[in-house]
C-alpha cells in the first residue's frame, strides 16, 4: 500500500497539471585558458520533451569576458545565438532566433558555450539553467510567460480571422504574380488600419506559430494572438489561443466536435463557430455550420456574426447567433476580415474589416480571450476609428449590468436599459429585445456622447437586449452584445 503512494501522487500531480518544469543547473568557471576556445556542458533530454529552454548568466561583463552560446540536440546542430543572448528556447513549433523548431529527439544534447575573449588573468564563474518542458505544458501554455502589451483595462480594436501563406493567403508579387502572401504583411496591414491585436487563424494547421512569436517583439503595440480556423466538411470554427495542432479531421479521426471543444477549453483556448449561415456546397465546401451530430453548445464560447462583407442578409451570422440566444446559449457575438489578401486586390476583404471591439483588463491573449468569453464586445462593420458603443442596464434598485452580464430581475421590476455611442453621423440606434427590434431616440450628453435609454419591465422571466447602429440606408454598421436577464450563469 504505502509502495503504491508516490505513484498515485505522481499522477494526481500529472492529472491536475501540477507537476513542475525540470530544470537543470549547469555550472562552472572560465579562465584564461578558455579564450577563443569552446565548451559542451551535456545534460539529458527525456522523452516527450516539448520545450527545451537555455538561459545564460555570468558576471564577466565588466571584465570583457563574452560567452557565444548555442546548442546541440541528440542529433546534432540545433542553433547558434553567438553573443546575441543570453536566454533562447527550442520548442516543436517555435524557436529563438537563430534556432530550429521541431521534434526533439530524447538523448544527450549540449549546450555549446564559445568564448571569443576571455583575459588571461581573469576567472569567469557562469550558470547555465536548462528548462524541460513536456507536451502537456506546451499544449496548456505553461512554458510561456505571459505577454502583456499593455496594463490599462480598456476598448482593444482586433480582427479576429485572417489567412497568409500558412494556408490559403494570396497576394500580388513583385511582378504583379498571384503567391503566396507572407504574414508579416497582413500584420502591417492590421498596423494600418489601427488595431491593437490580431488573431491569425490559419486552416488546420499551426506552422505559423513560430513565425508569430518571432514577430512579437517587433510588433510591441500589435498583440499576436495564435489562432487556427478547424476547417472541416460540416463548419469552420476558430480556435484563438492554441499552442499546438488540434484535431480536424471531422467524421475520420474525430467523431464529432465534443472533443475538440473540450480539448480547447481545456487548454485555456476558445472556440467560435465561423460563418454560420454561409453555404455548404461545391461554392464553398464545407463553409455553412452542418454538423452531423449534437454539438456541445455549452462549450462554444463565440459565434463570427460578421463575416468580411456579410453583414445583413441571409449570409450574415446573426440570424444563427440570435437563435441561439433565443435557445438560452449564451455565446459572443464576434466578427472577423478572413482577409486572405493583405492588399485587398482583386475584390478581396481588408484587414481589419469587420473589426471586433472588446473590452479587457489589459492588451494580453489572455486578458482578450477572457474578455471574448465575458462579452463585452462590439463589432464595428466599417472599423471606423474612434467609435464606441456600450450598453448598461440598471435595475430602480441601483444594480447594474453591463454588456455582457447578467441581472436578476424579479417581475414587476423595472430597469433602464441605456447605450452610449460614438459615431460619425448618420448613425442611429436600434434596441433589440429576445429578437425584437425597436428605434431609440438618441440625445447628445453634455459630454457630446449620444446616448439612449428604454425603460423595461422584467416578467421573472429569462430575456436578453442589446442594441445594434444603423445606417440612414438601413445598413448595419456597429452590432452589440447582450446584457441577459435572469441567465443562470
Ligand atoms: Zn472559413
Ligand atoms: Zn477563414
Redesign the pocket.
Known amino acids: 500500500m504505502r509502495a503504491l503512494l508516490p505513484a498515485l501522487l505522481a499522477a494526481l500531480a500529472a492529472s491536475t497539471g501540477a507537476e513542475a518544469a525540470q530544470t537543470l543547473q549547469l555550472q562552472g568557471t572560465l579562465t584564461g585558458a578558455d579564450h577563443q576556445r569552446y565548451r559542451e556542458l551535456p545534460f539529458e533530454v527525456p522523452a516527450g520533451t516539448a520545450r527545451v529552454e537555455v538561459a545564460l548568466q555570468h558576471a564577466g561583463d565588466g571584465e570583457r569576458t563574452v560567452i557565444d552560446l548555442g546548442l546541440l540536440d541528440a542529433h546534432g546542430f540545433r542553433g547558434w545565438s553567438g553573443g546575441a543572448r543570453r536566454s533562447i528556447s527550442v520548442s516543436r513549433y517555435d524557436a529563438s532566433g537563430g534556432y530550429l523548431p521541431g521534434a526533439l529527439p530524447a538523448g544527450r544534447w549540449k549546450v555549446l558555450l564559445g568564448i571569443p575573449n576571455i583575459r588571461a588573468t581573469v576567472r569567469t564563474p557562469y550558470r547555465v539553467e536548462v528548462t524541460l518542458w513536456d507536451e502537456a505544458d506546451v499544449q496548456a501554455g505553461r512554458d510561456r510567460a505571459p505577454l502583456v502589451l499593455r496594463d490599462t483595462a480598456g476598448w482593444y480594436r482586433g480582427d479576429l ?1 485572417m ?1 497568409s501563406t500558412h494556408s490559403d493567403g494570396s497576394c500580388s508579387s513583385q511582378q504583379g504574380a498571384k503567391v503566396p502572401c507572407p504574414l508579416f504583411l497582413s500584420l502591417q496591414a492590421a498596423v494600418r488600419q489601427g488595431l491593437d491585436f490580431v488573431a491569425v ?1 490559419e ?1 488546420n494547421t499551426v506552422s505559423h506559430l513560430e513565425e508569430l512569436a518571432r514577430h512579437q517583439p517587433w510588433f510591441d503595440r500589435l498583440l499576436l494572438i495564435p489562432g487556427m ?1 478547424v476547417t472541416t466538411f460540416q463548419g ?1 470554427a476558430n480556435v484563438f489561443g492554441v499552442n499546438g495542432p488540434l484535431p480536424f479531421r471531422l467524421g475520420d479521426t474525430l467523431p464529432d466536435w465534443n472533443p475538440l471543444l473540450r480539448q480547447v477549453n481545456d487548454s485555456g483556448a476558445l472556440l467560435s463557430i ?1 460563418h454560420p449561415a454561409l453555404p455548404s456546397g461545391e461554392d464553398c465546401m464545407g463553409c455553412g455550420w452542418t454538423p452531423a451530430t449534437p454539438v456541445d453548445m455549452g462549450a462554444v464560447a463565440a459565434v463570427e456574426v460578421v463575416n468580411a462583407g456579410q453583414a445583413d442578409g441571409p449570409r450574415a451570422g446573426v440570424g444563427f447567433w440570435e437563435r441561439q440566444l433565443q435557445q438560452g446559449r449564451r455565446l459572443t457575438a464576434i466578427g ?1 476580415s ?1 482577409s ?1 489578401n493583405p492588399d485587398a486586390d482583386g475584390g478581396t476583404t481588408p484587414v481589419g474589416l469587420p473589426a471586433t471591439l472588446v473590452h479587457a483588463q489589459a492588451l494580453s491573449r489572455e486578458a482578450i480571450l477572457a474578455a471574448i468569453r465575458q462579452g463585452r464586445v462590439v463589432v464595428d462593420v466599417a472599423n471606423v476609428a474612434g467609435s464606441r458603443l456600450d450598453l448598461s442596464l440598471q435595475a430602480d434598485d441601483g444594480r447594474r449590468a453591463a454588456m455582457g452580464q447578467a441581472l436578476a430581475l424579479q417581475a414587476g421590476q423595472w430597469a433602464t436599459l441605456e447605450a452610449e455611442l460614438d459615431y460619425p453621423d448618420p448613425a442611429r440606434l436600434e434596441f433589440i429585445v429576445d429578437g425584437r427590434r425597436q428605434p431609440a431616440a438618441m440625445a447628445r450628453d453634455a459630454d457630446g456622447s449620444r446616448r439612449a435609454r428604454l425603460r423595461w419591465q422584467a416578467d421573472g422571466e429569462r430575456h436578453w437586449l442589446r442594441v445594434d447602429v444603423r445606417g440612414d440606408d438601413g445598413r448595419l454598421l456597429m452590432l452589440g452584445n447582450p446584457v441577459y436577464v435572469n441567465w443562470p450563469h
Do not use: A, P, V
Request: proline fraction near 0%; avoid cysteine; charge should be negative.
Open positions: 480571422h489567412h487563424t486552416h480556423e469552420h465561423n472577423g478572413d486572405h
